[in-house]
């Protein structure tokens, strides 16, 4: 009796260990891609708990996470000849762990040279200005390109973002040269602008003022005012305000005076020329 006791007690044990050895954890952000004997099975195990068969069964845990993959700084000519050190970083995820784990032995390392060749065929067919300005378009063709054959792969590209543009230094200065002579450029057409503005609204004050005399005299009593609102300086005036209207008058009259010449009186004859002076 108490050698089946015995016995009962020594396959429960078995059986525990036995479960214990089968049984895996997956994570919530992984997912358990199973082979038994070798050959992969259909579909994936879930986050949780879950049982293999001890010695038949062999998880591979894949993560699904969105992952972060820096590519290292290329280097390539533009296709306006100028050569550029650029550098950029791929956001992906996986999607099917199963094509992750079973079509591409090294998932991340592929994604990383394939973003690496196409940020050099894109470096390639771009033009500088587009890698300095036109970045969203760049960003969405690298992706396209290196998408295409991460899907294959169970592997979805989120993301491509380009970090930084290194110049040459000959051409950061030629640059600097273009932007400060551009701003100089911009300066001067301001300035002759409002000089224009200025000339045209002195012309049309000044032929206010011709037309009304006392406009100039409203004017010069105004500048008298500031003139003298600095008390720091002595106004000397030479002559009465009243004098200047007196000859602005008197000029007036002299200019619509007739120049003609005067009839002589009536009942005189004018003088014959006589022989000398017929002479």
């Given at each position: 009796?108490?050698?089946?006791?015995?016995?009962v007690?020594v396959?429960?044990?078995?059986?525990?260990?036995?479960?214990?050895?089968?049984?895996?954890?997956?994570?919530?952000?992984?997912?358990?891609?199973?082979?038994?004997?070798?050959?992969?099975?259909?579909?994936?195990?879930?986050?949780?708990?879950?049982?293999?068969?001890?010695?038949?069964?062999?998880?591979?845990?894949?993560?699904?996470?969105?992952?972060?993959?820096?590519?290292?700084?290329?280097?390539?000519?533009?296709?306006?000849?100028?050569?550029?050190?650029?550098?950029?970083?791929?956001?992906?995820?996986?999607?099917?762990?199963?094509?992750?784990?079973?079509?591409?032995?090294?998932?991340?390392?592929?994604?990383?040279?394939?973003?690496?060749?196409?940020?050099?065929?894109?470096?390639?067919?771009?033009?500088?200005?587009?890698?300095?300005?036109?970045?969203?378009?760049?960003?969405?063709?690298?992706?396209?390109?290196?998408?295409?054959?991460?899907?294959?792969?169970?592997?979805?590209?989120?993301?491509?973002?380009?970090?930084?543009?290194?110049?040459p230094?000959?051409?950061?200065?030629?640059?600097?040269?273009?932007?400060?002579?551009?701003?100089?450029?911009?300066?001067?057409?301001?300035?002759?602008d409002?000089?224009?503005?200025?000339?045209?609204?002195?012309?049309?004050?000044?032929?206010?003022?011709?037309?009304?005399?006392?406009?100039?005299?409203?004017?010069?009593?105004?500048?008298?005012?500031?003139?003298?609102?600095?008390?720091n300086?002595?106004?000397?005036?030479?002559?009465?305000?009243?004098?200047?209207?007196?000859?602005?008058?008197?000029?007036?009259?002299?200019d619509?005076?007739?120049?003609?010449?005067?009839?002589?009186p009536?009942?005189?004859?004018?003088?014959?020329?006589?022989?000398?002076?017929?002479?």
């Amino acid at each position: 009796m108490e050698s089946a006791v015995v016995g009962v007690v020594v396959v429960v044990v078995l059986l525990l260990l036995l479960l214990r050895s089968g049984m895996r954890v997956v994570n919530q952000v992984e997912r358990g891609v199973v082979f038994r004997f070798g050959k992969a099975l259909p579909g994936h195990r879930q986050p949780g708990i879950t049982f293999l068969i001890p010695v038949a069964d062999r998880m591979r845990k894949v993560n699904v996470q969105v992952a972060t993959l820096p590519i290292p700084t290329q280097e390539g000519i533009t296709r306006d000849n100028v050569s550029v050190k650029v550098d950029a970083v791929v956001y992906y995820r996986v999607t099917d762990p199963s094509r992750a784990a079973i079509e591409v032995q090294d998932y991340a390392f592929a994604v990383g040279q394939v973003a690496q060749s196409s940020l050099r065929s894109i470096i390639g067919k771009s033009d500088l200005d587009d890698l300095l300005s036109d970045r969203e378009r760049l960003h969405e063709g690298l992706a396209l390109m290196i998408d295409s054959p991460a899907a294959g792969w169970g592997v979805h590209i989120d993301r491509v973002e380009i970090k930084d543009v290194q110049l040459p230094e000959s051409l950061k200065r030629s640059m600097s040269r273009q932007a400060e002579a551009e701003r100089e450029r911009r300066a001067r057409v301001i300035t002759a602008d409002g000089e224009f503005q200025a000339a045209q609204q002195l012309a049309n004050a000044s032929r206010i003022m011709s037309d009304t005399p006392e406009a100039m005299q409203l004017r010069l009593l105004q500048t008298v005012v500031e003139v003298a609102a600095e008390k720091n300086s002595t106004l000397v005036m030479p002559f009465p305000v009243e004098l200047l209207r007196y000859f602005d008058r008197a000029a007036r009259q002299f200019d619509e005076a007739p120049t003609s010449t005067p009839e002589p009186p009536k009942g005189t004859v004018p003088a014959q020329p006589g022989p000398a002076d017929a002479s």
